[in-house]
């Protein structure tokens, strides 16, 4: 299984980006994903997650309301909208499917399969 992470560049401060996380491999896409995302020195940090069918999505605080995320299992891609970016949100962002003994925490799960990551750059 690879998941590959795509839509990332350079976007002015307030703008929009979209962000795709397409998965191959699979026989199924039942699985949640998450988006997480990392600058240089600090930890990987939650973003968002969304269950296997797109009826449950959870946000950090740091994002919500103003990044959504999606599915659509058809195309076995999951979606991270982000809109009125500000130049903190500069980073490089990673998808993550599969999580294990999975409990409901995104934060806090192990996953089974990370995408390479893409990068962000919101310019002020």
Not at 3 to 19: C, D, I, M, T
């Amino acid at each position: 299984v690879q998941l590959q992470a795509s839509g990332g560049g350079l976007v002015q401060a307030g703008g929009s980006v979209k962000l795709s996380c397409v998965a191959s491999g699979r026989r199924k896409s039942s699985d949640a994903v998450a988006w997480f995302r990392q600058t240089p020195g600090n930890e990987r940090d939650w973003l968002a997650g969304i269950n296997w069918n797109g009826g449950s999505t959870h946000y950090a605080n740091a994002v919500k309301g103003r990044f959504t995320i999606s599915r659509d299992n058809a195309k076995n891609t999951v979606y991270l909208q982000m809109n009125s970016l500000k130049p903190e949100d500069t980073a490089i962002y990673y998808c993550a499917a599969s999580p294990l003994y999975f409990n409901g925490d995104y934060a806090r799960a192990s996953y089974e399969y990370w995408g390479q990551g893409t990068l962000v750059t919101v310019s002020s």
